[in-house]
């Protein structure tokens, strides 16, 4: 099965608008952590959020919010007020303490934001 | 506080050829990752090393492929007699700590093979 999945290939918003990316993961392990990344067309990887599985609350970083919903094993990520520079590919990522030496990757979604 | 650094960006190589890829770690950090990211995909996992220790490298494919991170200087990852498919990108992360926690990622590095 994977590791994480990433249904969206691709997704278009309008500027100022928000825009949610999906991700779901499958683990048995207890304890793990969910991160976002973007990577925009120069290469590089951002990080954007992180979401341990023990936290009660919903991490936010910013503009970026992290929707965690642990029974349904998804951490979607919202980003409010799209701007054009939010143009890029998105990859949702799992690291689990068992195996903490591997970060599983999504296929990830690229977001196009409109004018 | 400079970041993870990898060189270099870009490399092109024919096929047969070496490829070298150097990646110094965040100052600190003492814990070092390879991932290869092939064209319109997401990042796998190849080797996870420590100080003159490798860690666990079951992502690295079984021959061509080696790395190292010395005592002293950058780790490396040497693709040997290369061929079209290690075209990728290449990227080098690191971390302080052995836990579920953040990875550094440099910028990493593109190999074109000719």
């Known amino acids: 099965a994977q590791k994480i999945t990433q249904t969206q290939p691709g997704m278009f918003v309008q500027e100022k608008e928000a825009v949610t990316l999906d991700c779901t993961y499958d683990?048995?392990?207890?304890?793990?952590?969910l991160f976002w990344y973007k990577q925009p067309s120069s290469g590089e990887m951002i990080f954007l959020i992180y979401?341990?599985?023990?936290?009660?609350q919903n991490a936010t970083e910013g503009r970026y919010s992290l929707n965690f919903q642990k029974a349904r094993k998804s951490a979607n990520l919202v980003i409010s007020a799209s701007q054009l520079g939010d143009s890029a590919m998105y990859f949702c990522?799992?690291?689990?303490?068992?195996?903490?030496?591997?970060?599983?990757f999504g296929s990830g979604t690229k977001l196009n934001v409109k004018p | 506080n400079a970041g993870v650094m990898q060189n270099p960006r870009h490399l092109v190589r024919r096929r047969g050829q070496e490829a070298r890829l150097r990646c110094s770690p965040m100052?600190?950090?003492?814990?070092v990752y390879w991932y290869r990211q092939l064209p319109e995909e997401g990042l796998k996992f190849m080797v996870y090393l420590q100080k003159e220790n490798i860690i666990d490298e079951s992502g690295m494919p079984k021959e061509r492929f080696s790395a190292e991170f010395p005592k002293e200087g950058p780790s490396i990852l040497r693709i040997q007699q290369v061929v079209r498919g290690d075209s990728a990108a290449y990227f080098c992360?690191?971390?302080?700590?052995?836990?579920?926690?953040?990875?550094?990622f440099g910028e990493g590095s593109r190999l074109t093979v000719l």
């Open positions: 100052k600190g950090h003492s814990h």
């Open positions: 683990t048995s392990d207890p304890s793990y952590g």
């Open positions: 990522a799992m690291r689990e303490a068992y195996n903490f030496n591997k970060f599983y």
């Open positions: 979401q341990g599985s023990y936290d009660q």
């Open positions: 992360a690191s971390s302080g700590s052995v836990d579920t926690g953040e990875l550094f």
